[in-house]
């Protein structure tokens, strides 16, 4: 099983890293893709270049084995639609099994995301709270698209490629980077919440400073 996390990343964090770290481990899965998008289309541009944001997710996962870096949305014309990284993952890895790796607040709002109903055929969903957003405990708590999708063993996962919905329960990680951005802004540090390699290169390059 492939783990895929998408994200601005601007900058990644340990609010993504650890609940990933989380999921390589419980899931079993062979390898994360972090995938940077170039230009996410549901937001205000980022503030870090593409490049730079590439960079970042680069020097925190270096030292992390079975996290990848994956710059494919980089390399692609146009906004970085999931969908289309998700199809192309499934032309490069064939029959196996994909788990799109999602926090609460991303999940909730997936029906905003463009084909939205297409990344269930070609992905797994697998969400992972993030404090403030509650997750649903029950199938009647989800959307109506995803009743029935949902399985409650890690072990369900293997029975298809695609198309399960998987509540991970990983520690919550009260990290933004919105508010990392901020507190860069305001003069202050932000070391806690990200590898020191990261970090020194955010200084370096005076990122997010005003
Ligand atoms: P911003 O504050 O700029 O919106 P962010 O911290 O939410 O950024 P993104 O790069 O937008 O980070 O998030 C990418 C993915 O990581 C999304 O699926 C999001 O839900 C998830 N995520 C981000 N932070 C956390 C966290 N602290 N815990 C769990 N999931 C998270």
Redesign the pocket.
């Known amino acids: 099983m492939i783990g895929v ?6 900058p ?5 890293l650890r ?1 990933a770290k989380e999921a390589l481990v419980t899931l079993g899965l062979e390898q994360v893709r972090f995938v940077p ?1 170039a230009r ?1 289309p549901h ?1 205000r541009p ?1 503030v870090a270049s593409a490049e730079q944001r590439l960079r970042m997710v680069e020097l925190a996962v270096a030292d992390e084995p079975g996290f990848v870096v994956d710059d494919r949305e980089l390399r692609r014309p146009g906004p970085s639609y999931t969908v289309d990284t998700l199809m192309s993952m499934r032309e490069e890895f064939g029959e196996r099994t994909l788990c799109l ?7 909730v709002q997936l029906e905003t995301w463009h084909c939205w109903q297409q990344l269930p055929q070609l992905a797994h969903l697998v969400v ?4 403030g957003w509650p997750i649903p405990d029950s199938d009647s708590g989800l959307p109506a698209w995803a009743r029935g999708t949902l399985v409650q063993q890690v072990a369900e996962l293997a029975r298809a490629t695609s198309g399960f919905l998987f509540f991970l329960r ?1 520690t ?10 901020e507190v860069i802004a305001d003069g202050d540090t932000v070391a806690d919440w990200l590898p020191p390699a990261e970090f020194d290169y955010i200084c370096q390059h005076g990122i997010y400073r005003k």
Not at 12 to 16: A, R
Not at 101 to 107: E, I, N, R, S, V
Not at 172 to 181: G, H, L, M, V
Request: charged letters at 20%; zero cysteines.
């Open positions: 996390f998408g994200g601005t990343f601007d990644i964090h340990y609010g993504h609940p998008a996410p937001r980022p790796l999602l926090g609460t607040d991303a999940f992972m709270p993030r404090p990983v919550p990680q009260d990290i933004s980077a919105t508010r990392i951005r």
